[in-house]
């Protein structure tokens, strides 16, 4: 997740700065004081629950006695783990994956394709980007039925590219992971690979209607955008969805795949999308699952076959300026 951080010196900074912070409840917001200043209150907290106890909050005001970190609205205890490099500047946790591809392995992309992103000349008018499975069966603490909480912190970028995406003439497509009965039968290998509590746990999270079905809400979906549910890893295997379907009648040639499990079912659609002749793109920083290495070896494999791999803003980039090339040849 994106944080922010200011440091306060004076009362009337920290007031500005929460009334900033109140302009959008959804951020998660870091002040830290310093120990020259000694602010008695501050107003304008309303909607923020401070965690440690240095601070006290009524209604709107909170007062300090001493020196303190806090996290507002809704927020997990991370602080000890965020880097903020200055005042107004972005934080990042130590929850984002680290992405680590060798040269070796660039090198031997290169010499197979001439490029280091052979997928860089993308059609924005022709790419859609493939969100999967950002739902609270995957995110959400209690409810999920294999919790990564690593792709909370995705979800930034999922927005900052879809937004992208829509800009410059794609389209999205939110993927849904779907449990229904005729699973149990036509997928019974999988369910008999879990025990008898996990099938229990993984119906109640992923069957439609419930908590666990919905997507996460802090994505950012737009009526433009279209909702896919899958009935398989892969929203591209033949029964799982009719993803190809509507891929095919958009017109769209290339896709974006971003969500979790890096290495389950964004993997299993970025390579079926390939199989079936989509030019396919692994979003660095915009897939997740539970550690570095499962991230970075799904990344490997998809990179030396089955398609490119870029980040978010190399991604935007390619987007933006495409676009423009195309409008100046049109």
């Known amino acids: 997740m994106t944080l922010h951080t200011i440091e306060a010196g004076s009362a009337s900074d920290c007031v500005t700065f929460l009334q900033w912070a109140q302009r959008d409840v959804k951020a998660v917001i870091t002040l830290m004081r310093s120990e020259s200043t000694r602010p008695q209150e501050i107003a304008g907290a309303i909607?923020?629950?401070?965690?440690?106890?240095?601070?006290?909050?009524?209604?709107?005001?909170c007062s300090f006695s001493r020196p303190a970190y806090g996290i507002a609205y809704n927020s997990r205890p991370m602080a000890r783990r965020l880097h903020c490099p200055g005042v107004f500047q972005p934080c990042r946790e130590d929850r984002m994956h680290k992405v680590e591809i060798p040269q070796s392995v660039v090198d031997r992309v290169v010499a197979r394709r001439g490029s280091a992103h052979p997928h860089a000349n993308l059609d924005p008018e022709r790419t859609a980007l493939i969100v999967v499975d950002l739902q609270n069966g995957f995110m959400m603490k209690g409810v999920a039925h294999a919790l990564c909480e690593e792709a909370i912190d995705i979800v930034p970028n999922v927005n900052k590219l879809a937004d992208a995406v829509r800009r410059t003439g794609g389209k999205v497509f939110w993927i849904k992971n779907t449990h229904d009965a005729e699973c149990l039968t036509s997928w019974s290998h999988m369910h008999a690979m879990s025990s008898p509590a996990q099938q229990q746990k993984r119906v109640e999270a992923m069957s439609e209607g419930t908590l666990g079905h919905q997507l996460w809400?802090?994505?950012d979906v737009q009526p433009g955008d279209e909702t896919v549910q899958k009935t398989r890893y892969s929203a591209l295997i033949q029964g799982s969805s009719d993803l190809e379907a509507r891929l095919r009648a958009?017109?769209?040639?290339?896709?974006?795949?971003?969500?979790?499990?890096?290495n389950v079912c964004c993997e299993s659609t970025a390579r079926d999308a390939m199989m079936l002749n989509f030019k396919t793109i692994?979003?660095?920083?915009?897939?997740?699952?539970?550690?570095?290495?499962?991230?970075?070896?799904?990344?490997?494999?998809?990179?030396?076959?089955?398609?490119?791999?870029?980040?978010?803003?190399?991604?935007?980039?390619?987007?933006?300026?495409?676009?423009?090339?195309?409008?100046?040849?049109?």
Request: glycine residues 8%; contains cysteine; proline residues 1%.
């Open 217 to 219: 809400a802090d994505l």
């Open 282 to 330: 692994m979003v660095s920083d915009g897939n997740a699952t539970a550690t570095d290495e499962e991230h970075n070896a799904s990344l490997i494999a998809m990179y030396l076959i089955f398609g490119d791999v870029m980040d978010t803003d190399f991604l935007i980039g390619c987007l933006e300026r495409n676009q423009v090339l195309k409008q100046a040849a049109e």
């Open 47 to 61: 909607n923020f629950k401070w965690i440690f106890p240095e601070i006290s909050c009524q209604g709107s005001i």
């Open 250 to 262: 958009g017109g769209y040639d290339t896709v974006l795949i971003t969500g979790t499990m890096t």
